[in-house]
């Protein structure tokens, strides 16, 4: 089979019926999709295909033959972040990061067709996806923060007066 996984023409050997979240672990070695449930749920293998959310733990291999393929990876580079990576740093949408990939390739797909800033509407489109650790909040923050069409310093965030440091009582520092 054939496809083409972040704009590079790939041949797979992988059984047919191989689901597409093994073949890019296993045989791509890529690894941002995650086997959370494996069973749809959770929304951390979601990958794009031909530019359309899809879960790869459902998706068997030769159901994808000759589609266009794209990760997180193929989203942006470290030194050429997509606008939904550079918000979800701005935003600190993400802390565990075990469904931040997934997240990002399906908010990717809503923004490119148009979604609104409405975060009801952004929470519908990532429905399905779960995050134990942010609550959402600053997941949508930054979603809609890319529909709206907002810029982002993320060379600064990181290292902005704006954060806020705790200090624990009796804690030495």
Known sequence: MELTVNSVAR???SPPLSSLLTVLREELDITSPKAGCESGGCGAC?????????????????????????TVEGLGTPEDL??????FIHHYAAQCGFCTDGLIVAATAYVGGGGSADTGDIGE???????????YVKILEAVAAVA???TFD??????????????????ES
């Open 11 to 13: 041949t797979v050997q």
């Open 46 to 70: 979601t990958v794009l295909v031909d530019g359309q959310p899809r879960r790869s733990c459902l998706t068997a291999v030769c159901a994808v033959d000759g589609a266009e393929v794209t």
């Open 82 to 87: 997509s606008r939904v990576q550079q918000a």
């Open 125 to 135: 489109a990532l429905a399905g996806h779960y995050c134990r650790c942010t609550g």
């Open 148 to 150: 709206r069409g907002d």
């Open 154 to 171: 993320t060379a600064s965030t990181a290292s902005s007066a704006n954060n806020t440091y705790v200090t624990i009582a009796g804690a």
